[in-house]
């Protein structure tokens, strides 16, 4: 299951039961198991591993203030490729693929790779790559800027004989990653290729091969981005075999009359996915997602970030951020918390309402409104405060998974990567977190101050807790630390609520 729909549900859980203990005075009915969705059929054959390219002692170190990769002569393409930052404390270098076929062009028919030599007027942060072959001159070019994570890269074949002759398509391979759903960082991956339109998704958890036409097209993992764009349509290609996610695109054979060249030229983006990252030199907004949460969860994090100038610790700027919308937020929680006290008094004039017209609907509606008039009580205002604060929490709480600013982010004591689970020992395969035992704690506390009257509404204290405990227990440290903050001020707040409106 995705972090993102574990997210959800967790929401979804304490939204279901503060509306139940507001808003249902009656008996409660058996929530039927929902059906499991049958697994879906794959229509392709799962095919063996693909070979790797052959990768030869030819290689060239480039880089810049960002990143280091190792370009290969033999065929044009890069082989290794790391950046400087956004390292963990057991890493020199945040490695992004081994074995990468990135930029590596085969022309159609041909078995071995071009054999490219370095051309004499190459420079620090501009190479060029020259190979003759079949009546043809291959050349590649690579831009490199100091401050950017984007290449420029052109392509060019020319006619060298006096002759026409045709030049062969080119299969431009983009690269390849595989999908390890065992890791949160690979587990899931988003594939998309613009066309014009609304982007064309890939879905690439099941085997596959697939053609579409667009100008360019993303790869996303949780921390990772690999980013095409042309000025002209290219088709695309997509693959998986045995879970090795490969993809690329192929330029159209062409007649080339004598001394004739045409020429290719596109952009690459290998980088963090991090919207605040990648911003400047992406601008397609749909690259990054869209929707109400994830616009919510930037805005948040650019609070987040701002705090971060002034507090140097990606751990307690979480803490100090999560009060902050808790203190933004204590009115509608005080009215919430009231409206529940309240709700709570008249559970008895209720439950007798509900026994004397039981048979009776339409009549037991209009006593219950009619009861709800006469104490001024709002039945819905136990939930709707909780309502306008959802969004929040949870555009904080995705904003928060694939920030990677916290890669490597030390807090304190035992939390030494706020991007990862805070463990502290393990028992046999089993990992022992502890922020997630403190998520359990503070919300079983939470469920325990909150008023319930139904046996099954007690039962909720510990059921909604141990269901969080087991849905976020391999979170990263980082979102942890928000929902335990988010937790610990809850309790304050419910403390001070209830003590206030004893007296």
Aim: with cysteine; hydrophobic share 40%.
């Amino acid at each position: 299951m995705k972090e993102e729909s574990r997210i959800l549900i967790a929401f979804g859980l304490a939204l279901a039961v503060i509306i139940l203990f507001s808003m249902m005075p009656g008996k409660h009915k058996p929530i039927s198991k929902p059906q499991q969705p049958e697994p879906a059929s794959i229509d392709h054959e799962i095919s063996e591993n693909q070979e790797d390219f052959e990768i030869s002692d030819r290689r060239r170190e480039l880089k810049n203030q960002l990143y280091n990769f190792s370009l290969d002569l033999l065929g044009g393409k890069i082989v290794s490729f790391s950046l400087n930052g956004y390292t963990r404390p057991d890493e020199k270098r945040f490695l992004f693929f081994q074995n990468g076929t990135t930029l590596l062009d085969m022309v159609d028919g041909e078995t071995s790779q071009i054999v490219y030599d370095i051309s004499p007027d190459s420079k620090d942060d501009f190479l060029i790559l020259r190979a003759k072959q079949n009546g043809l001159e291959h050349k590649k070019t690579i831009e490199i800027s100091p401050v950017e994570y984007s290449l420029k890269v052109g392509i060019e074949q020319k006619n060298i004989l006096d002759k026409n002759i045709s030049a062969g398509g080119l299969n431009i391979s983009l690269g390849s990653l595989f999908l390890n759903r065992h890791h949160p960082e690979e587990a899931s991956v988003d594939f998309m290729v613009m066309n014009g339109g609304k982007p064309y998704k890939f879905n690439v958890a099941r085997q596959m091969k697939e053609k579409i036409s667009g100008n360019a097209c993303v790869v996303r993992t949780r921390y990772q981005m690999y980013y095409f764009r042309s000025d002209e349509p290219v088709e695309f290609r997509v693959e998986n075999k045995s879970s090795r996610i490969s993809w690329g695109f192929h330029i159209p054979s062409v007649e080339l009359t004598a001394g004739k060249s045409r020429k290719f030229n596109f952009s690459f983006y290998i980088g963090p996915s991090d919207y605040f990252v990648a911003r400047s030199e992406i601008k397609d907004i749909r690259v990054f997602g869209t929707g109400f949460f994830v616009s919510m969860g930037r805005f948040i994090f650019y609070i987040l970030n701002s705090f971060h100038r002034f507090i140097p610790n990606w751990g307690l700027s979480i803490i100090l951020l999560t009060v902050l919308i808790k203190l933004v937020f204590f009115p509608l929680t005080r009215n919430s918390l009231r409206s529940m006290k309240q709700m709570q008094k008249l559970r008895p004039y209720l439950q007798d309402i509900q026994k004397k017209y039981k048979d009776n609907p339409q009549m037991l509606q209009r006593e219950m409104m009619n009861l709800y008039k006469t104490y001024k009580i709002n039945p819905f205002g136990g939930c709707l405060p909780m309502l306008i604060q959802i969004p929040i929490f949870v555009g904080f709480f995705l904003a928060l998974r694939s920030s990677i600013y916290l890669r490597g982010s030390p807090f304190i004591l035992w939390i030494k990567d706020l991007s990862m689970p805070d463990t502290v020992a393990s028992i046999g395969s089993v990992p022992i977190n502890i922020l997630p035992f403190l998520m359990f704690i503070t919300s079983f506390f939470q469920q325990r101050m909150t008023p319930a009257v139904e046996q099954s509404q007690k039962f909720m204290n510990i059921v909604l807790p141990l269901m969080m405990l087991v849905l976020f227990y391999n979170f990263s440290s980082g979102l942890l630390l928000y929902w335990v903050t988010m937790n610990f001020a809850g309790l304050i707040e419910q403390y001070y609520i209830y003590n206030l409106t004893k007296k």
